[in-house]
């Protein structure tokens, strides 16, 4: 019911909060109009073509859908005439260049990253799951799923990893190349999730898997969840460059939008 705010949502400033007082007086960023709309528009959004493949697995077993995503990536839709047509509508929506990215900073910001990427990302990464493991919100899709039991979680890890460091190669987010096809999988793993935590909606109270509450939680892996995850580094660029009263060099400006374009695909 998008007309109905989850508990995990409000603009009331008398409603107490997990952030420390001493991060950042919310008064400042609640008194927003403007930035409270882009957030509540985010905690209700969704990935809507990626939701649609997911959805086919209710017709399909997830090991098949899942290898024509992977052919239709490598081989293009056109070759792979076995596969519903949600797959290529994603695929062709991510191909889809907007006109607010300066594309000839790409390349020079992936390669700016890749040391951060090789470096880096593995501890921020870790450090990213830690806070997600720790989230209600953030975490309960993934418990209801299986995603964060034992190995399992581990995997999520080094994937989430790997990715990173793949998009940042040279090429990595041009159709065809391994990180075009990483970040549709990305896409295709928080819609299985969400998809996933849905299916529990409105069981029995003896049943004994937790239930995903839509009127506490919202809606499973929203947007506003996943924003951090590909922002961490441009923030932390912008917050040294604000703190010390200068602009962004040009190295780290291509790093800046590199991370908006690949947020963007994501």
Not at 97 to 119: N, Q, V
Not at 192 to 213: C, E, F, H, P
Not at 235 to 253: C, F, I, M, N, T
């Amino acid at each position: 019911d998008f007309s109905m705010p989850p508990e995990r949502f409000t603009t009331d400033l008398h409603v107490r909060s997990a952030l420390p007082s001493r991060l950042g007086d919310r008064s400042r960023y609640l008194n927003d109009p403007r930035l409270m709309e882009l957030v509540r528009t985010a905690t209700f959004l969704a990935d809507v073509p990626a939701d649609r493949v997911a959805a086919l697995s209710a017709d399909y077993p997830v090991s098949k859908l899942i290898d024509l995503v992977r052919r239709v990536c490598r081989e293009g839709a056109e070759n792979v005439p076995e596969a519903p047509s949600e797959i290529g509508e994603l695929i062709e929506l991510m191909q889809q260049k907007p006109d607010w990215i300066d594309f000839d900073l790409i390349e020079d910001g992936a390669a700016y990253s890749r040391l951060y990427a090789a470096l880096v990302s593995p501890f921020m990464t870790r450090g990213a799951f830690l806070a997600t493991f720790t989230n209600s919100y953030a975490a309960l899709p993934m418990t209801l799923t299986g995603a964060l039991s034992g190995p399992r979680a581990a995997r999520r890890v080094n994937e989430t990893t790997a990715y990173f460091a793949v998009t940042t190669l040279p090429g990595g987010l041009e159709r065809f190349s391994p990180g075009f096809e990483a970040t549709v999988m990305v896409r295709l793993m928080h819609s299985m999730v969400r998809y996933n935590a849905l299916q529990r909606t409105g069981r029995s109270a003896n049943s004994r898997k937790r239930n995903w509450d839509t009127a506490d939680y919202g809606l499973p892996v929203p947007q506003i969840d996943q924003f951090p995850a590909g922002m961490i580094g441009p923030y932390q660029k912008s917050e040294k460059a604000v703190r010390a009263g200068r602009e962004l060099p040009y190295d780290e400006r291509a790093m800046v939008e590199f991370h908006r374009y690949r947020g963007h695909m994501l």
